[in-house]
């Protein structure tokens, strides 16, 4: 990507001078298009100000648009080329050899991650420390490097109910940072980590996003760490649930994964305020299950979370027992 592109786009907006910004930017898509293909994840940025320029003039619609075709795109990145042969593959491995995923596609640059660099190992994804910058962590989808392994039975539901998020959670996790993080702004960073882009790894397309510190730069701990080192803040963590749980009611969400203490960081800031941070949101507004009843429903979907809550919360108040 061409920051320079980039900066003097931003800056004619800056200026108000409109008709120029979306000329220069429509060249600048133009050029990186050609240059990346039609679906590389970093076409976003130029799509962006396209959105940027058209929402400062009040066209509405062309927002929308442009914002679809950008939040396709970073879907598709986590999605591999072709599902049904690897399907096929499983089902009848003496006719089809089994290949590694491919991605969608062309990375210019592949970024090497190793063991030493695995922070955290979740059910569906692994997190590495991006090798370039130790402030940034890279979400990587297990099934890259393990998707040869998985049942015909899974494979076929993968093709049957794409809505399921037990393949690619990058896949949820950036339709919620390019639609849900958008509608609401920056209130949405109180409580979550910012993403800054996808990039291609040795073990598949990665999420981008930053890892979670204190205002004195340490890194924050989750809530049932930080009350057990800090017993005399326990109330204080608990109140600090309550107004994740209020913001997450009054915008609408709905995240299901309570269970994990660990996906819930305190962000200590005394200029700013604490904040609970969640690290996971790829259940927003998306039940992992086969027929997603608490989607169509949403007083199923806001019952089922503050029940989730409600047990978190009185894990984390045992703690002080």
Same mark, same amino acid.
């Given at each position: ?5 980039v900066a ?15 000329s ?13 293909? $039609? ?17 400062a ?10 914002? $679809?075709k ?11 080329k072709?599902s ?13 050899? $089994? ?18 660099l ?19 962590c890279?979400?990587i ?13 899974? &494979?076929?539901?993968?093709i ?42 040795n073990?598949?397309?990665g ?18 760490v ?8 326990a &109330?204080?963590a608990l ?16 995240i299901?994964d ?29 039940a ?14 806001l ?12 894990k984390?108040?045992r703690?002080?027992?």
């Amino acid at each position: 990507m061409h920051s320079d592109e980039v900066a003097n786009v931003v800056k004619l907006i800056q200026n108000c001078k409109y008709d120029k910004a979306l000329s220069e930017a429509e060249k600048a898509l133009y050029r990186a298009t050609k240059e990346l293909g $039609r679906n590389h994840p970093d076409l976003v940025v130029y799509l962006d100000l396209l959105a940027g320029i058209y929402e400062a003039e009040g066209q509405y619609s062309k927002v929308k648009k442009i914002r $679809r075709k950008a939040l396709k795109i970073w879907m598709n990145a986590f999605l591999p080329k072709d599902s049904y042969k690897y399907f096929f593959a499983d089902l009848l491995p003496f006719l089809f050899k $089994r290949k590694p995923l491919q991605p969608r596609f062309f990375p210019k640059e592949i970024m090497p991650l190793s063991s030493d660099l695995l922070i955290h190992s979740g059910s569906k994804r692994d997190t590495f420390v991006h090798p370039k910058d130790p402030r940034l962590c890279i979400k990587i989808d297990r099934l890259w490097k393990e998707g040869y392994r998985v049942s015909p039975r899974k &494979r076929l539901e993968r093709i049957l109910m794409p809505w399921l998020i037990d393949f690619w959670s990058n896949r949820e996790e950036a339709r919620v940072y390019r639609s849900t993080a958008l509608r609401i702004g920056e209130a949405f960073y109180e409580h979550a980590p910012r993403c800054f882009g996808i990039a291609m790894t040795n073990l598949g397309p990665g999420l981008v996003v930053e890892r979670v510190c204190n205002e004195d730069g340490s890194f924050s701990k989750p809530i049932d760490v930080f009350v057990k080192e800090n017993p005399d803040k326990a &109330r204080h963590a608990l109140e600090l649930l309550r107004e994740l749980y209020d913001f997450l009611v009054s915008y609408k969400l709905v995240i299901y994964d309570w269970a994990n203490p660990s996906n819930f960081l305190v962000r200590q800031s005394k200029s700013k305020g604490d904040k609970i941070i969640v690290v996971d949101w790829k259940t927003e507004g998306t039940a992992d299950k086969d027929i997603p009843l608490r989607d169509i429903f949403p007083a199923l979907a806001l019952k089922k979370m503050t029940y989730e809550y409600s047990c978190l919360h009185e894990k984390i108040s045992r703690l002080c027992d």
